[in-house]
């Protein structure tokens, strides 16, 4: 009786501590707050980043968690941003967080549409259909030129205040604020989704879609809600970058941005759910300084870097890192405990 | 009135026919066996049964209610479950995780995205509970990718029996199970509790004489006798086609 009651201790507890913040996710949010104060003269290329984390995020849930392999993430990125710039341009709705909300909304309603879509079929089937839902819309508004300014890109957007209260100063000091909250507020949210009961079934389906639908999974049900999230996320980045420019081109469709953000989350891995965001500081910050090096010919390392990466993940190319990532949070777990360990022990001493 | 039941369930792949009026009636409580040689259609009929495949022809009731249109996890919730020939598992998920999942799965809250998993306490209390029925306990915390694989296997049955199911559907649970984990198996199937009705498809005759209280035995994806152990035992009709096949090889 004793070793059920163990063992019941044993689930409990188990089940009570998996999904708490470890101290190294604590150390990593720290430092992407201090950043607002530790680097104020680049907060242009914080913001990018901040953007393109929470873009690369959104590509993990489905793919890192779901298995969902997309090339058309710029579908809701391009979709999002332009409803908010016209939203904006128009005075349909001014204040930021509002529109914010509203454009994750209204991206999440295309993903809720076009996820049946990616219901059927297998990586390539889903690749191909992804990227021709984004080509699609963007040529949509490569068409109609006279509502999304085409070429040119969408003129004289204005966008009031954050709250009413924070300009977009000339700095980027409140742009980057704002972004650092949002994908932080968005992170909470994806970080909740995962450890749920709901997040361990679509690691089921991901690792079997038979066996899945066996224990009485609707297979079919997750993938839609998690593909309708993701087109939130993938909407809410698309509207920052109109936000904090006060402009929308065709380029938020570009198959680059799809292409460019797999890039990003297979840097960083998937399935863990940092792998975007480090991925973003990652390719952000060296595309920055490689192309002060070599402004045209940039995208040679990031190709060399893709290659290596391959060499060393094979099969697994989402998890290449998972042995650097284990060695870092044991080390950073011998170091924490030790420092409690100090910690515990000097009140007797003292 | 039999708990699960077929009529007339016939299957064709193009010209092939794997199952053909197959008319199968399984008693409230029964531990019932399906025997047949390789290739009659055994692992066919419980695809049918648990919708992974339609049928071409034919109807299944389950408690009385016609299932034949239904998802396979639709089928899980009426409380039928499978557990499968070659282990179909999540590889990356530990046994807890995996329990977990479908118990969180089978009260409901398996859709849950604001809830962390083992929030609920009687969701805690069932995994723990078939954690130790089904001796999982010591690697529970293991991904199952390197569990040693009787303890797949064992881990395989525990995720049917997380459904809760009324019917559970073995198929060839001992299958590939090295004889030292064999006998911790068998004595796990042999204490699944009474009032769950299980159907046994194995190739193992010890295994099925030992356990079936009614057999049925499947040839060319027909239903060719059923009935107690001993009469099977005896049927010359059956020697012929499989005992006997069986006794050569």
Redesign the interface.
């Given at each position: 009786m004793t070793a059920?009651a163990a063992?019941?201790e044993?689930?409990?507890t188990?089940?009570?501590r998996?999904?708490r913040w470890s101290p190294l996710e604590i150390a990593f949010w720290v430092f992407a707050f201090a950043t607002i104060w530790l680097f104020p003269g680049k907060y242009l290329i914080l913001k990018d980043t901040a953007i393109l984390a929470l873009f690369a995020l959104s590509l993990d849930l489905i793919l890192g968690f779901a298995g969902i392999l997309s090339l058309g993430q710029a579908a809701f990125f391009g979709f999002a941003g332009y409803f908010t710039g016209l939203a904006a341009k128009y005075g349909v709705i001014n204040e930021p967080v509002v529109a914010l909300v509203l454009a994750g909304v209204v991206a999440a309603t295309l993903g809720f549409v076009t996820s049946f879509l990616v219901l059927r079929g297998s990586d390539l089937t889903r690749l191909m259909v992804t990227l021709g839902v984004s080509l699609m819309l963007g040529e949509v508004a490569n068409r109609y030129s006279d509502i999304t300014g085409g070429a040119d890109g969408l003129q004289g957007v204005t966008i009031a205040p954050i709250l009413g209260v924070f300009r977009f100063d000339l700095y980027g000091h409140n742009g980057y604020v704002y972004c650092l909250i949002v994908l932080f507020v968005c992170f909470v949210i994806a970080r909740?989704?995962v450890?749920?009961?709901?997040?361990?079934?679509l690691?089921?389906v991901k690792?079997?879609s038979?066996?899945?639908?066996?224990?009485?999974?609707?297979?079919n049900?997750?993938l839609v809600?998690i593909y309708t999230v993701s087109a939130a996320f993938a909407g809410m980045a698309g509207a920052l970058l109109t936000q904090t420019t006060a402009f929308c081109s065709l380029d938020v469709f570009s198959i680059d941005r799809s292409a460019d953000l797999l890039l990003v989350l297979i840097i960083g891995g998937t399935g863990y759910l940092y792998g975007g965001l480090i991925g973003a500081v990652i390719y952000r910050f060296m595309q920055d300084y490689i192309s002060t090096l070599t402004p045209q010919y940039w995208q040679f390392w990031i190709g060399l870097m893709l290659v290596g990466i391959v060499l060393v993940g094979r099969e697994r190319i989402g998890g290449w890192n998972e042995a650097l990532r284990a060695a870092i949070s044991r080390f950073f777990a011998r170091f924490v405990s030790r420092s409690a360990t100090l910690g515990a022990a000097a009140p007797d001493g003292g | 009135m039999p708990i699960l039941e077929t009529i007339g369930l016939e299957k064709r792949f193009g010209g092939i026919v794997a199952a053909q009026n197959v008319n199968l009636a399984i008693e409230q409580g029964a531990r019932h066996a399906l025997i047949g040689p390789n290739g009659a259609g055994k692992t066919t009929v419980v695809n049918l049964l648990?919708g992974?495949l339609k049928p071409t022809a034919g109807r299944i009731v389950l408690e009385g209610r016609d299932i034949t249109a239904l998802?396979?996890?639709q089928r899980?919730?009426l409380g039928m479950?499978?557990t499968?020939q070659i282990n179909?598992?999540?590889?990356?998920?530990t046994p807890?995780?995996?329990i977990?999942?479908?118990v969180?799965?089978?009260v409901g809250?398996?859709?849950?995205?604001?809830?962390?998993?083992?929030?609920k306490a009687a969701v805690?209390?069932e995994?723990?509970e078939i954690?130790?029925r089904f001796r999982l306990?010591d690697v529970?915390?293991e991904r199952t990718a390197i569990l040693p694989y009787g303890k797949q296997r064992l881990l395989e049955i525990a995720?049917?029996f997380?459904?809760r199911p009324r019917v559970l559907l073995l198929d060839e649970p001992a299958a590939g199970v090295p004889e030292a984990e064999r006998q911790e198996l068998l004595a796990t199937i042999a204490a699944l509790p009474a009032d769950v009705t299980v159907l046994l498809i194995e190739h193992d005759m010890d295994l099925v004489f030992s356990f079936a209280d009614c057999i049925s035995v499947l040839v060319n994806g027909s239903l060719f006798v059923d009935g107690p152990p001993e009469d099977i035992a005896r049927d010359p009709r059956v020697k012929a086609v499989y005992l006997g096949e069986e006794l050569d090889a």
């Open positions: 059920v063992l019941s044993d689930v409990s188990y089940l009570a998996r999904a909740r989704i450890y749920s009961p709901f997040g361990l079934s690691r089921a690792g079997n038979l066996r899945a639908s066996a224990v009485g999974i609707p297979v049900g997750r809600a | 648990t992974v998802e396979p996890h899980v919730r479950a499978r499968f179909q598992l999540f590889l990356d998920l807890l995780e995996t977990g999942l479908a969180s799965e089978r809250s398996g859709g849950d995205w604001w809830r962390l998993v083992g929030s805690t209390d995994i723990v954690v130790e306990a529970m915390h995720l049917a997380a459904c």
